[in-house]
């Protein structure tokens, strides 16, 4: 169904007549009889009833004009937007990112960009790699700051990657700990402690990019959130695998290690915009305070 039979529909709808529609529309009386006809033909049911004065609404016209009017006006909402986008003058910037982006990464580098852009709507959305890159190709973000492990990349042939940096990842432990004196340690040096966790499943966590063959951590606490999980840690419930991002939400009973070079691991942080939008001002915009709050952490 095009929109141009709907605005025809609701120019009639509100004028209550084909000839008052037509001189708004700019169109022949029989155009604008045309249109309507393809339109109840599409929808197999009549939409006017003719009356001396003009056109009225039937059951099912009045059925339809809430939902053309609500389809029209988004479209032009839609048009406004990306009309003001272009220009950096107004609309709305949306991003998604994952939980620890969203601790310290994305709010400076979004920040940024409102303070040189004001009148740029932005909106942030919180959550995990693969439903956020759903959001993006779905058309309800404009950017998704995304992570993946080395030698894997999240996203499609659809997806633009710009790589912001690697993200090492430490240990946490509580201060009472008998490790937490060392600068670094092994992952085989935790064997007999509690791990807290993201999954109750270490491979579908973020060890499954650190484990060491063989190595098979106890999960005894899962927690999604990283308050909860430096929460657990500080109060001696366990130890966790923390991404550099969020060391800025450590308790001051929380001590973090680094992980011997044999077992450091990193995950990829990447931006990712739909193929070939990346160079649309408010995106391209975006994209730089990304890439320059990435290397002034």
Same mark, same amino acid.
């Given at each position: 169904?095009?929109?141009?039979?709907?605005?025809?529909?609701?120019?009639?709808?509100?004028?209550?007549?084909?000839?008052?529609?037509?001189?708004?529309?700019?169109?022949?009386?029989?155009?604008?009889?045309?249109?309507?006809?393809?339109?109840?033909?599409?929808?197999?049911?009549?939409?006017?009833?003719?009356?001396?004065?003009?056109?009225?609404?039937?059951?099912?016209?009045?059925?339809?004009?809430?939902?053309?009017?609500?389809?029209?006006?988004?479209?032009?909402?839609?048009?406004?937007?990306?009309?003001?986008?272009?220009?950096?003058?107004?609309?709305?910037?949306?991003?998604?990112?994952?939980?620890?982006?969203?601790?310290?990464?994305?709010?400076?580098?979004?920040?940024?960009?409102?303070?040189?852009?004001?009148?740029?709507?932005?909106?942030?959305?919180?959550?995990?790699?693969?439903?956020? &890159?759903? @959001? +993006? /190709?779905?058309? =309800? #973000?404009? %950017?998704?700051? *995304?992570? !993946?492990?080395?030698?894997?990349?999240? $996203?499609?042939?659809?997806?633009?990657?710009?790589?912001?940096?690697?993200?090492?990842?430490?240990?946490?432990?509580?201060?009472?700990?008998?490790?937490?004196?060392?600068?670094?340690?092994?992952?085989?040096?935790?064997?007999?402690?509690?791990?807290?966790?993201?999954?109750?499943?270490?491979?579908?966590?973020?060890?499954?990019?650190?484990?060491?063959?063989?190595?098979?951590?106890?999960?005894?606490?899962?927690?999604?959130?990283?308050?909860?999980?430096?929460?657990?840690?500080?109060?001696?419930?366990?130890?966790?695998?923390?991404?550099?991002?969020?060391?800025?939400?450590?308790?001051?009973?929380?001590? &973090?290690? @680094? +992980? /011997?070079?044999? =077992? #450091?691991? %990193?995950?990829? *942080?990447? !931006?990712?915009?739909?193929?070939?939008? $990346?160079?649309?001002?408010?995106?391209?915009?975006?994209?730089?305070?990304?890439?320059?709050?990435?290397?002034?952490?």
């Amino acid at each position: 169904m095009h929109t141009e039979l709907l605005d025809v529909f609701r120019t009639v709808a509100r004028t209550g007549s084909i000839t008052a529609a037509a001189r708004t529309l700019g169109f022949t009386q029989s155009a604008v009889s045309r249109q309507i006809g393809v339109l109840e033909t599409e929808l197999g049911d009549r939409l006017f009833d003719r009356v001396p004065r003009g056109v009225q609404l039937t059951d099912a016209g009045r059925g339809l004009l809430p939902h053309a009017e609500a389809v029209l006006d988004r479209l032009a909402a839609a048009r406004s937007e990306l009309a003001a986008l272009r220009g950096l003058g107004g609309g709305t910037l949306r991003i998604g990112a994952f939980p620890t982006a969203v601790a310290a990464l994305v709010p400076r580098a979004l920040a940024a960009f409102r303070q040189a852009h004001p009148s740029v709507r932005v909106q942030l959305v919180e959550g995990r790699t693969p439903a956020l &890159l759903d @959001r +993006l /190709h779905a058309g =309800d #973000a404009d %950017i998704a700051v *995304v992570s !993946a492990p080395p030698g894997e990349t999240p $996203g499609t042939r659809r997806t633009d990657l710009y790589r912001l940096l690697d993200e090492k990842l430490l240990v946490a432990v509580p201060l009472t700990h008998h490790l937490a004196r060392r600068r670094t340690v092994r992952l085989a040096d935790l064997a007999g402690d509690a791990f807290i966790a993201g999954s109750a499943t270490a491979e579908e966590s973020l060890m499954r990019a650190t484990l060491p063959p063989g190595f098979r951590p106890r999960v005894d606490i899962v927690a999604a959130d990283w308050t909860g999980k430096l929460g657990c840690v500080a109060a001696g419930l366990g130890v966790a695998l923390v991404p550099e991002l969020a060391a800025r939400a450590r308790p001051a009973d929380v001590v &973090l290690l @680094r +992980l /011997h070079r044999d =077992d #450091a691991a %990193i995950r990829r *942080v990447y !931006a990712a915009t739909v193929r070939g939008r $990346g160079d649309t001002p408010a995106v391209a915009a975006a994209l730089a305070c990304l890439r320059d709050a990435a290397r002034n952490p």
